[in-house]
T-cell receptor
């Protein structure tokens, strides 16, 4: 059974700092990996989707990498801003299966 | 499209009462998912539908939970009778394919007292 782990569970950084969020999954036979953002009391917003054949995806200040063989992904946020404060969730699917989520990393960016 | 729409946004009910959560997926999305989110367990898939047909309901915790999708634009998740441990945020999501980008609703925060 696929399990997704995110470390750390919470992270607090000063504004302007570059940071990395980690995600690991137990079964490397994934098809897609997605990173989501969740603001308090809100739903999830998809940030980046990486297909298993890809190594990374970039959107603005966000860069997600995927190392499928080692079962790891990272989300890099450059020049963090207070508006980046949210919970970031990682999720994987194995092709023709629904997403399996990690518990998320709660990020606080302090002005 | 207004995105995935869930109602109500908040629900407070007494133990033993029936609770019905509602979801309208994005038009044209063939897949609909119901998830439950708690602090302890994170996001868990309860059930998902393809073209209104339930595909996998192995995540439904007990017989007290049931879900229906009578047509392509509407789904319900019902809990009867509700218990305090059902308190959580329930999300509905939809997608074009099961493994393409999923779009989530704002969720329903359920509190059973």
């Amino acid at each position: 059974k696929q399990e997704v782990t995110q470390i750390p569970a919470a992270l607090s950084v000063p504004e302007g700092e570059n940071l990395v969020l980690n995600c690991s999954f137990t079964d490397s036979a994934i098809y897609n990996l997605q990173w989501f953002r969740q603001d308090p009391g809100k739903g999830l917003t998809s940030l980046l989707l990486i297909q298993s054949s890809q190594r990374e995806q970039t959107s603005g200040r966000l860069n997600a990498s995927l190392d499928k063989s080692s079962g790891r992904s990272t989300l890099y946020i450059a020049a963090s801003q207070p508006g980046d404060s949210a919970t970031y969730l990682c999720a994987v699917d194995e092709g023709n299966t629904p997403l399996v989520f990690g518990k998320g990393t709660r990020l606080s960016v302090i002005a | 499209d207004a995105g995935v729409i869930q109602s109500p946004r908040h629900e407070v009910t007494e133990m033993g009462q029936e609770v019905t959560l509602r979801c309208k997926p994005i038009s044209g999305h063939d897949y609909l998912f119901w998830y439950r989110q708690t602090m302890m367990r994170g996001l868990e898939l309860l059930i998902y539908f393809n073209n209104n047909v339930p595909i996998d309901d192995s995540g439904m915790p007990e017989d007290r939970f049931s879900a229906k999708m009578p047509n392509a634009s509407f789904s319900t998740l019902k809990i009867q009778p509700s218990e305090p441990r059902d308190s959580a945020v329930y999300f509905c999501a939809s997608s074009i394919q099961v493994d393409t980008e999923a779009f989530f609703g704002q969720g329903t925060r359920l509190t059973v007292v």
